[in-house]
Nanobody
Framework: QVQLVESGGGSVQTGGSLRLSCAAS????????MGWFRQIPGKEREAVAG??????AYSDSAKGRFTISQDNGKNTVHLQMNSLNPEDTAMYYC??????????????????WGQGTQVTVSS
């Protein structure tokens, strides 16, 4: 069983930065597809970024501002978020899959999810 624990969320002002972390147990991040998603109450969970065997993918809203990376030594995946704006306010979730992910930005590619960490960006 894979368990994921997110951290690093918080409140920042427009233009600020945050670094989210996702600590995995039960499997190694280097052997899994890993993704970040976000959700606003009343809306569907949407993809932000994904990483698998060195390949990364980003949503249009994340491109150029967010960077996903993995630290194999700490079995952790990070999401560096820069130039944040109020539209980035959401609960951010880490996701993982032990199987090949043909599309890192598809929600149904992932079987394991963390509990989420809240990101709030004020203007």
């Amino acid at each position: 069983q894979v368990q994921l624990v997110e951290s690093g969320g918080g409140s920042v002002q427009t233009g600020g930065s945050l670094r989210l972390s996702c600590a995995a147990s039960g499997s190694t991040v280097s052997s899994m597809c890993m993704g970040w998603f976000r959700q606003i109450p009343g809306k569907e969970r949407e993809a932000v970024a994904g990483i698998s065997f060195g390949t990364t993918a980003y949503s249009d809203s994340a491109k150029g501002r967010f960077t996903i990376s993995q630290d194999n030594g700490k079995n952790t995946v990070h999401l560096q978020m820069n130039s944040l704006n109020p539209e980035d306010t959401a609960m951010y979730y880490c996701a993982a899959s032990r199987y090949i992910c043909f599309n890192l930005l598809r929600r149904d590619a992932y079987a394991y999810w963390g509990q989420g960490t809240q990101v709030t960006v004020s203007s």
